[in-house]
């Protein structure tokens, strides 16, 4: 599932050829994917214009002059691929419809945006931009880890008492927004926590550390274009290159990169998710 840098990743990329742009033509090309799409999606989108385009968690959001809010969540295989336009030094030229390529968006000024999503698992809704705040999927979310409401006093005070392992904690979307499996577990190798040690149990000064090191680890993460794991694309198709660099995702019985250790990466299984850490480093 695309976590944080992924989602802003593809933000980027579609920002140049959506935001001030019109979508002269929405084709819808079946009912639904995760969910239903909303009624009379592909006429209230079309002649629409992008007026913004921000994300919130894991979602994107695209602010329309209907003042209405398209909601794009990608989901497990979701992809939003740009032709028709220059990107960078490259020209990418329409290609043939795909079997998967469920929503189409073609914009005013020629570029043609493409939803692709072999298992559907994505999802795409409209709600008016006034109460986008409130949509479902959004009104029990955290703070952004790079808004200022996420700081060390807010952090110490959500995980204090808490029973809770603190890998589960950071992936809780109510405690902060936008945190999955692979960026929890590198933050907590760099912080040397453990995965399952209770949150509550952190001293404050190592609670207050984390604030920085996830900044840090998504800021990596973004620069690198995301992590590329089975289908993840940026809007361009190129691929994100950012587990080139991880220090213990998906590394199990490799050795720790710390210098000077000589543990080896583990994993266990927490909540039916796999958390990779070094023994050595992380207590």
């Not at 795409?124 to 009104?139: F, G, I, N, Y």
């Not at 999955?180 to 404050?204: D, F, M, S, T």
């Not at 000077?260 to 796999?274: E, F, K, L, N, V």
């Amino acid at each position: 599932m695309p976590e944080l840098p992924e989602v802003e990743t593809v933000r980027r990329g579609l920002a140049p050829v959506m935001e001030g742009q019109q979508i002269a033509l929405a084709e819808v090309n079946r009912p639904d994917l995760r969910w239903p799409f909303p009624d009379r999606m592909a006429a209230r989108l079309t002649g629409a214009r992008v007026e913004r385009l921000r994300r919130r968690s894991k979602y994107i959001l695209a602010d329309l002059d209907s003042e209405e809010t398209l909601l794009i969540h990608l989901g497990m295989s979701g992809r939003m691929l740009i032709t028709g336009a220059m990107l960078g030094d490259f020209h990418h030229d329409h290609p043939a419809p795909a079997k998967h390529d469920h929503v189409v968006f073609h914009m005013g000024q020629g570029a043609r945006i493409t939803f692709n999503d072999a298992r559907r698992f994505g999802a795409m809704d409209l709600m008016p931009t006034r109460a986008a705040a409130e949509h479902w999927l959004m009104k029990d979310l955290g703070p952004e880890p790079f808004a200022n409401d996420f700081n060390e006093a807010y952090l110490i005070d959500r995980l204090k008492g808490r029973n809770t392992p603190i890998k589960s904690a950071l992936l809780d979307q109510r405690i902060v927004a936008g945190l999955g499996n692979i960026y929890v577990c590198e933050v907590l190798y760099r912080a040397g926590i453990h995965p399952a040690r209770k949150a509550g149990q952190i001293a404050e000064k190592g609670v207050a550390e984390l604030v920085p090191l996830i900044r840090q680890v998504l800021e990596e993460a973004i620069a690198a274009g995301g992590s590329s794991l089975r289908d993840y694309r940026q809007a361009d198709g190129e691929l994100g290159y950012f587990q080139h660099g991880f220090a213990v995702y998906g590394r199990e019985g490799e050795p720790c990169v710390t210098p000077g250790c000589s543990g080896t990466i583990d994993r266990i299984a927490q909540s039916g998710r796999s958390s990779f850490f070094c023994p050595q480093c992380q207590r």
